[in-house]
C-alpha cells in the first residue's frame, strides 16, 4: 500500500482530515518519537517500533495515522521523514505559529525562558504582564510589556495563540483581551474555567488537578495492597457517613 499520500494528489485525503479528538491527542506524541528515531538514523520504522515509543499499543497507532492515509508497507513499516511531514501538515506546523504570554510570574518565567518552543513549531514572540516591576524585565531576549500594548503587537506580529500564565483571578480578563485582538487558540494554565465566544479553543492545563489524579492511583494501589489475604471486606469510612469494602474501594465500586 502506499505510505503517503501527499494532500491535493488525486484519490488523497482530506488535506484536514476529520479526526477524534483523542487521534489529535495523540499525534503529538507520535511527532515526537519519530523526531527521536530520525535523530538515531533510521529511515522506517514498525508499527510496533513506533507504538512503543510513543507508549500506546500498535493497533491503537495504525487506526489513528490510517485516519491520515497512511498505512505503512508490508514488511518495511513506515518511512520514518514522509510519516513526520503528514503529521506535521494535519497539526499546522508547517510554519511557525506566533505565540504570546501573559503572565511572567514563576510559571509564566520559566515557559518564557523554555527553548524547546522553537523546535516544536511555535515562537514566542511577546511578553505580556501587568505588574509595573514585572515591565521591561528581559527574559530570553524578550522585553515584558504592559498588557495594555496587547493590541498593537497582536497585530505587529500576527499572534496565533495565547497563552496565560496569571493568577485565576485575572485569568478570565485576560481571555477577554486575547480574544478582543484576534486570538481564536489559549492555552490556559490558570486553575480556573475560562468562558469563550463559540470559534475560539481552550486547552487546559492544571498542574494541581494532574497531581490530584496521581494522588488517587496512589491510594488505590495502597487500597489494593491492603486487602485481607483471605479475601475479607473490612469496611473503609467515607465522608458523609458511608461505608465500603476495600475491595470496592479498589475498584471503584
Not at 506566533?98 to 511572567?104: E, I, P, Q, T
Not at 492555552?187 to 497531581?211: Q, S, T
Amino acid at each position: 500500500m502506499s505510505q503517503h499520500r501527499h494532500p491535493g494528489r488525486a484519490g488523497a485525503v482530506p488535506a484536514l482530515p476529520d479526526l477524534p479528538e483523542a487521534t489529535v491527542a495523540r499525534l503529538p506524541e507520535y511527532l515526537r518519537a519519530l523526531h527521536n528515531v530520525a535523530e538515531t538514523g533510521h529511515e522506517t520504522i514498525s508499527s510496533e517500533g513506533l507504538a512503543n515509543a510513543a507508549g500506546v499499543n500498535s493497533a491503537k497507532l495504525r487506526k489513528d495515522l490510517s485516519h491520515l492515509g497512511s498505512y505503512g508497507t508490508r514488511g518495511v513499516g513506515y518511512d520514518v521523514a514522509l510519516l513526520v511531514e503528514q503529521i506535521e501538515y494535519v497539526l499546522g506546523l508547517t510554519q511557525r505559529r506566533a505565540v504570546a504570554l501573559v503572565g511572567v510570574g514563576n510559571l509564566g518565567h520559566a515557559l518564557a525562558g523554555y527553548d524547546g518552543f522553537a523546535g516544536r513549531g511555535f515562537r514566542i514572540v511577546a511578553l505580556f504582564d501587568a505588574d509595573p516591576r514585572r515591565i521591561g524585565e528581559e527574559i530570553n531576549g524578550l522585553v515584558v510589556r504592559h498588557i495594555d500594548e496587547l493590541p498593537e503587537v497582536a497585530a505587529e506580529e500576527s499572534v496565533a495563540i495565547g497563552v496565560i500564565a496569571t493568577p485565576a483571578a485575572a485569568a478570565q480578563r485576560v481571555a477577554d483581551q486575547l480574544v478582543a485582538v484576534g486570538v481564536t487558540s489559549i492555552l490556559n494554565f490558570a486553575p480556573c474555567v475560562l468562558a469563550v465566544p463559540e470559534g475560539v479553543d481552550v486547552r487546559k492545563v492544571d498542574l494541581a488537578i494532574e497531581l490530584q489524579i496521581l494522588s488517587f492511583h496512589e491510594h488505590r494501589k495502597a487500597a489494593l495492597t491492603a486487602l485481607p489475604a483471605a479475601g475479607g471486606s473490612a469496611l473503609t469510612a467515607l465522608p458523609g457517613g458511608f461505608a465500603v469494602t476495600e475491595s470496592q474501594e479498589a475498584i471503584g465500586t
